[in-house]
């Protein structure tokens, strides 16, 4: 096929791209900017990973072009990553990166420039049965990366290549320093999708007033103060700054709730405090890859956060895009704004969006008690 690779500078792409020249593929490459910031102080790395994917191309014979969807992706992806922050929730721009900007943007532009499929360095793999095309895990558990990629439709799979469905990451590097690519060792990347790697609070307040408030325990007492709920996420430890209560203990505290209104955080003591923990959640929003669920009522496996040991759950199609999730043992910080996704085995049915988080139940904690 002529097959157009979504270089981005990493190892994985790169190697993605030597496959398809293996397998007998028309080969070229496109290098996508996404993002027009430029944040000196940050550590956006979107010069050098141009320069990577230069050299890798240089290496192959592999043509390469960049092209800039900046505009659709502040439009499809930032502007919701803003608005879910604003609204107190966490959101996980990934996954709309893919189905909006790397599935969509770039898959419409490849197609109008004569290609018949596009490719990634996604660690995923995709069939064709007689049920239409179906997303499975990838062969390397601890790369796999369909939860990213749950909300591709039939149209985009049909159209798209994962050549490292089989193999793990220890084999793409071991490829990379045989083949002598420049970015054989350069780390995986990490930070916000085609952003790259920020001081992410400072990042966030240059686009998003932050709004102070009272860090409270589950009876309401006020033990500190919040630079702004949209700093933290449920579970979170780090940078509460309530070390060293002599009245409450040595447990570190931890998230439990973000009550919007109040514009309080609810923490708790104890990695294992119950008010962490939920036993079920409401996914909106449902994307069904196969275009729609197995069953009104199944039983599955899901996750709610990537390389999640998939928990085993009973599912409820509530209808409205909605759909009830009950796990079979309780999950640890269920944050808003993430998403759900279930799977059959290896096979990833969709997922949605976790719903406005629950009050800590079971602990006497009551919005209308304890606003003012």
């Known amino acids: 096929m002529r097959v157009v690779v979504g270089l981005s500078?990493?190892?994985?792409?790169?190697?993605?791209?030597?496959?398809?020249?293996?397998?007998?593929?028309?080969?070229?490459?496109?290098?996508?900017?996404?993002?027009?910031?430029?944040?000196?102080?940050?550590?956006?790395?979107?010069?050098?990973?141009?320069?990577?994917?230069?050299?890798?191309?240089?290496?192959?014979?592999?043509?390469?072009?960049?092209?800039?969807?900046?505009?659709?992706?502040?439009?499809?992806?930032?502007?919701?990553?803003?608005?879910?922050?604003?609204?107190?929730?966490?959101?996980?721009?990934?996954?709309?990166?893919?189905?909006?900007?790397?599935f969509r943007a770039f898959l419409e532009y490849a197609l109008g420039r004569g290609a018949e499929a596009v490719a990634t360095g996604h660690y995923a793999r995709?069939?064709?049965?007689?049920?239409?095309?179906?997303?499975?895990?990838?062969?390397?558990?601890?790369?796999?990366?369909?939860?990213?990629?749950?909300?591709?439709?039939?149209?985009?799979?049909?159209?798209?290549?994962?050549?490292?469905?089989?193999?793990?990451?220890a084999q793409v590097r071991a490829i990379a320093r045989r083949l002598g690519l420049p970015n054989a060792g350069r780390p995986d990347s990490t930070g916000i999708c085609f952003i790259g790697e920020r001081r992410f609070d400072a990042f966030l307040e240059r686009f998003l007033p932050a709004r102070p408030g009272e860090i409270v325990d589950l009876d309401g007492t006020v033990l500190g103060r919040h630079r702004g709920l949209l700093f933290y996420t449920i579970g979170q430890r780090k940078g509460l700054g309530l070390g060293g209560r002599p009245d409450r203990g040595q447990a570190p505290w931890y998230v439990a709730y973000k009550d919007i209104a109040g514009n309080r955080l609810v923490v708790v003591q104890g990695h294992d405090h119950p008010?962490?923990?939920?036993?079920?959640?409401?996914?909106?929003?449902?994307?069904?890859?196969?275009?729609?669920?197995?069953?009104?009522?199944?039983?599955?496996?899901?996750?709610i956060r990537h390389r999640q040991p998939l928990q085993p759950c009973r599912v409820e199609v509530a209808g409205a895009g909605r759909v009830r999730v009950c796990f079979q043992s309780p999950q640890r910080a269920v944050a808003a704004g993430q998403y759900?996704?279930?799977?059959?085995?290896?096979?990833?049915?969709?997922?949605g969006v976790i719903e406005t988080d629950v009050e800590p139940s079971g602990t006497g904690w009551s919005i209308a008690s304890k606003t003012a």
Request: a neutral charge; glycine letters at 8%; charged letters at 25%.
């Open 126 to 169: 995709r069939e064709h049965t007689a049920r239409g095309w179906r997303l499975y895990r990838a062969t390397d558990p601890d790369k796999d990366q369909t939860y990213f990629l749950h909300r591709l439709d039939q149209a985009q799979l049909a159209r798209a290549v994962f050549p490292l469905a089989s193999v793990t990451k």
């Open 9 to 102: 500078g990493g190892v994985d792409s790169a190697v993605a791209a030597w496959l398809l020249q293996r397998q007998g593929h028309t080969v070229r490459a496109v290098y996508m900017k996404n993002w027009e910031e430029d944040d000196t102080q940050g550590r956006c790395s979107a010069a050098e990973d141009l320069e990577y994917a230069e050299a890798v191309c240089a290496r192959l014979g592999v043509g390469l072009e960049r092209v800039n969807f900046s505009d659709r992706y502040w439009e499809r992806v930032f502007e919701r990553f803003l608005a879910e922050y604003a609204a107190g929730r966490t959101p996980n721009p990934d996954v709309l990166c893919n189905s909006e900007i790397k």
């Open 340 to 351: 759900v996704v279930l799977y059959n085995g290896r096979e990833c049915l969709g997922g």
């Open 275 to 303: 008010a962490l923990f939920r036993d079920r959640l409401v996914g909106a929003d449902f994307h069904w890859i196969a275009g729609g669920p197995p069953a009104r009522r199944f039983t599955a496996q899901a996750r």
